[in-house]
C-alpha cells in the first residue's frame, strides 16, 4: 500500500488549465447615443406601465406557466446530477452480514474409485462486518467530471431565469397587443357609425332630389366594407386574449380579459444602463459561459483518462464457524486491496473522445460569442427604434 499511498499525495492533480472567461469587446457606449451610467430596469419592469389588470397576468404567467415550471424542474434535475457526481469523490462504505450453509454427500475410496455414502457433510460459517471502497482521483477526472455537472447546474438557472423572463415579455407583448387590436375594434366601430349616419344623409338628400342614387350606392359600399373588417378585427382580439391563455397556464376557458386601451398605460423611461453591466445582467449570456465551463472541465477528464485509475477498497469484521463465537477476538478480520488499472489499446477511442471534447469547446466559445454580439445588438435596436419613436411623435 505504501505505492499508493504515496501517488495520494498527488491527488487534484488537474490535467488542463483552468477556465477563464473569454475577453469580449466592450464598447464604451451605445451607438443609439443613450446616456450611460443610467440605472437597469427594476426586476418589476411591467409595474411601470401602472396596469393592475397586466400586474395580475404577469403574476399568473409566474406562477402557473408550464414553460416556467418546467425550467423549476430541469433546475432540480440539474441540482440531483451535481450531487451524484460530488459523490464520487467519496468513499463508499457498506455493512454486510452472510448466514452461509452448504451440505454435501461424502464418499469413501474403494481400491482406485471414490464410492458415496450415506451419510452428509455439512459446513457453517458467520460473518460480519464494514466495507470499504475509494478511487483516488489522482489526475483529477472525478473533480472535473463534478464541475461539470455544477457548470451544467449553473446553467439551467440561468436558463430558468432567461424562460421567466421570455415568458413575462410574452405576456407583456401579447397583452400590448391586445389593446392595439381593442383599439382597432373601437376605431372601426365608430367609424362604422359615422359611416351609418352619413349613408342616413345622403340617402335623405337623394330623396329630396340633391343626391344621386351612385352617392347612395357608393356610401352603402363603405358602410358595407366598414361593418366586414370588424369581425376580423375581433377574432384576431379573440386570438390574443386565448394566447394570453397559454402563456398564464390556462384554457381559453379560464381565461377572463377585458382589454382596454393603450392611451391609459402610463410609458416608464428607457435606461438601458451601461454596456459592461449588460453581460452580467444577460442570463442567456451567463448560460453560454457556463455552458463554456463545463466544456472546459470535459477536456480536463478526458485528458485524464490517459492516466492509470487507482481503487482502495477494505473490508474488516469477524466471521466464524459459530454463531456464538461470531464477535470473539479469534474471529477478527481484516483485508486491504490497492489496485491500478491502465488501458494499453483501444483503437484511438480516447484521443478521439478528447478531440470531440476540443471541439465542443470550439463550438460553445463561438455560441458565447455570439451570445454577446446579439445581446448589444438587441439593446442597439431597441434603443433606435425608440429614439426614431420619439422624433416622429414631435413632428
Do not use: H, K, M
Request: proline share 5%.
Amino acid at each position: 500500500l505504501r505505492p499508493a499511498l504515496a501517488l495520494l499525495l498527488l491527488g487534484g492533480c488537474a490535467l488542463g488549465p483552468a477556465f477563464q472567461a473569454p475577453e469580449v469587446g466592450v464598447p464604451a457606449a451605445y451607438r443609439a447615443g443613450a446616456a450611460t451610467g443610467d440605472p437597469w430596469p427594476s426586476a418589476d419592469w411591467w409595474r411601470g406601465f401602472a396596469s393592475p389588470e397586466l400586474d395580475g397576468l404577469i403574476a399568473d404567467a409566474r406562477a402557473n406557466s408550464p414553460d416556467i415550471q418546467a425550467a423549476v424542474a430541469r433546475v432540480r434535475q440539474a441540482d440531483a446530477q451535481l450531487r451524484l457526481a460530488g459523490s464520487s469523490l467519496f468513499p463508499v462504505i457498506g455493512l454486510s452480514a452472510s448466514d452461509q450453509w452448504s451440505r454435501s454427500a461424502t464418499s469413501r475410496r474403494v481400491g482406485s474409485q471414490l464410492v458415496p455414502t450415506d451419510r452428509y457433510a455439512e459446513s457453517r460459517s458467520y460473518a460480519f462486518g464494514p466495507s470499504i471502497s475509494w478511487e483516488a482521483d489522482l489526475w483529477g477526472r472525478l473533480a472535473a467530471g463534478r464541475e461539470v455537472a455544477e457548470s451544467v447546474a449553473l446553467a439551467s438557472r440561468f436558463d430558468e431565469r432567461s424562460v421567466a423572463l421570455s415568458v413575462v415579455a410574452a405576456v407583456a407583448g401579447t397583452w400590448f397587443q391586445a389593446l392595439a387590436q381593442q383599439d382597432r375594434v373601437d376605431v372601426a366601430t365608430r367609424n362604422l357609425r359615422d359611416a351609418e349616419e352619413v349613408l342616413r344623409a345622403v340617402t335623405a338628400r337623394a330623396q329630396a332630389g340633391t343626391a344621386s342614387q351612385l352617392d347612395v350606392s357608393q356610401q352603402a359600399a363603405l358602410v358595407a366594407g366598414v361593418r366586414a373588417r370588424i369581425p376580423g378585427l375581433r377574432n384576431q382580439l379573440e386570438q390574443q386574449v386565448n394566447a394570453l391563455g397559454v402563456l398564464t397556464g390556462r384554457t381559453p376557458a379560464e381565461v377572463l380579459v377585458r382589454p382596454g386601451t393603450l392611451s391609459n398605460l402610463a410609458l416608464p423611461p428607457v435606461a438601458p444602463g451601461l454596456p459592461s453591466e449588460l453581460l452580467a445582467r444577460r442570463a442567456d449570456v451567463a448560460s453560454a459561459e457556463a455552458a463554456l465551463r463545463g466544456a472546459n472541465a470535459n477536456i480536463r477528464a478526458a485528458r485524464a483518462a490517459f492516466f492509470p485509475s487507482v481503487t482502495l477498497s477494505g473490508r474488516a469484521g469477524f466471521q466464524n464457524l459459530a454463531l456464538a463465537s461470531l464477535f470473539g477476538p479469534t474471529s477478527l478480520f481484516a483485508s486491504a486491496i490497492a489496485s491500478a488499472a491502465q488501458t494499453i489499446f483501444d483503437g484511438g477511442s480516447r484521443s478521439a473522445q478528447l478531440e470531440a471534447r476540443r471541439g465542443r469547446y470550439d463550438e460553445l466559445l463561438a455560441n458565447y460569442r455570439r451570445a454577446v454580439i446579439e445581446a448589444f445588438t438587441d439593446v442597439e435596436n431597441a434603443l433606435q427604434a425608440w429614439r426614431y419613436t420619439s422624433e416622429q411623435e414631435t413632428l
